[in-house]
């Protein structure tokens, strides 16, 4: 059985990946305490069932410290696919203010967050306190899998994020490439961040400021600069160069992420170049985070 397992901070998507997996045919549970997935893989696969998604999150807090021997035991039977949401702070209080939902710890003590037990008061922890709260609980999940920071992503940008991994069913590890732009934010969820700052700027010249690094001519620009042609070459020789021991630390996702000023030109145009060369060696993704549609 193929099992996807989503957890991570509470207002940073889960809701939005459920739904995508339960389009692509997985039988899809929210909510569920870890000590219960491996019973439910298993009655499910009794009953004919190849695909299973479980929501799991700081509603069940009390058994999230299992999770990752839950997911080790899990992969000696079954390919497991975990998958680690989170958003910054100022997103996440945005997003609390506009649905108007109350977080899961808003009603615990802000001061019981070195508890093992979280005595209920209600009130008594702002949104703020309650976000950092949770970052601190699960931040024990943070390596456990592929993560994902949905700060600046669209609902629909993310769902073609999930579709994307859906796409490869293999068992071997996906390489992502992540354009972004320093002055919104380097992303959370990357393994390797680059900064191509110092390159020279399509911006400056009015043609091309408003292409992408993805059109004709700024490719053409940006491989007419040596300075260009030797930053792309020595990231890709040092991606190229400890890749496999990601492999062999049986890493599922490697995310390579490429900065520039504001992730439209020189970060993209190397991004591309990139994964256009690691095709050949395996699974690739790519994502441009500051351009319509994140791709």
Known sequence: MRIFLITGISGSGKSVVLNVLEDAGYYCVDNLPAQFIPELAQYLSTQGYTHLAVATDIRSRETLRVVPEIVEDLKTRHAVRVLFLTANTDTLVQRYSETRRRHPLSIRQAGAINSDTLPAEPGSASLVEAIEMERELLSPLAETGHRIDTSNLRSSTLRSWIKDLLSD???????????????????????????????????????????????????????????????????????????????????????????????????????????????????????????????
Not at 214 to 238: F, G, H, N
Not at 277 to 289: D, M, N, P, Q, S
């Open 169 to 295: 069913e293999q068992e071997r590890l996906t390489l992502m490439f992540q354009s972004f732009g320093f002055k919104h934010g380097v992303p959370t969820d990357a393994d390797m961040v680059f900064d191509v700052r110092s390159l020279p700027n399509p911006y400056y010249d009015l043609q091309l400021r408003p292409l992408t690094g993805r059109d004709q001519p700024v490719i053409d620009y940006l491989q007419s600069q040596p300075m260009v042609q030797a930053m792309a070459e020595d990231i890709r020789a040092y991606v190229e160069k400890w890749l496999p021991s990601f492999v062999a630390d049986n890493r599922s996702y490697l995310t390579v992420a490429i900065g520039c000023t504001g992730g439209q030109h020189r970060s993209v145009y190397i991004a591309e170049r990139l994964a256009t060369y690691f095709r050949a060696h395996g699974t690739v993704l790519i994502r441009h985070r500051e351009l319509p549609g994140g791709a």
